[in-house]
């Protein structure tokens, strides 16, 4: 059995949402991230699974995780 690079994109966890303090990011592969503004602005980008957010306004954010195969995954994100 292999594991499709669409099945990998499938596990991966991002919580809470929406959050007031810090995003955890779960993933079975290393990932980079990416933290978009509603412009298109990339205000983070880095490879830890726990990213501050509390510096940021309320509204809603793009995250953007993109794997060593360059695969990418987006999620919508709620600042409180």
């Known amino acids: 059995l ?3 690079d669409n099945d990998l994109l499938d596990n991966i966890r991002v919580f809470p949402n929406p959050t007031m303090d810090y995003i ?3 993933t079975p592969d290393t990932y980079n991230a990416e933290i978009f503004n509603a412009t298109g602005q990339k205000l983070i ?3 830890k699974n726990k990213i501050d957010i509390r510096f940021f ?4 954010y793009f995250l953007k995780l993109k794997d060593s195969k360059k695969n990418i995954k987006t999620f919508t994100i709620i600042k409180k």
């Open 45 to 47: 980008s880095t490879n």
């Open 57 to 60: 306004s309320n509204g809603n």
């Open 24 to 26: 955890n990011i779960m």
């Open 2 to 4: 292999t594991i499709s």
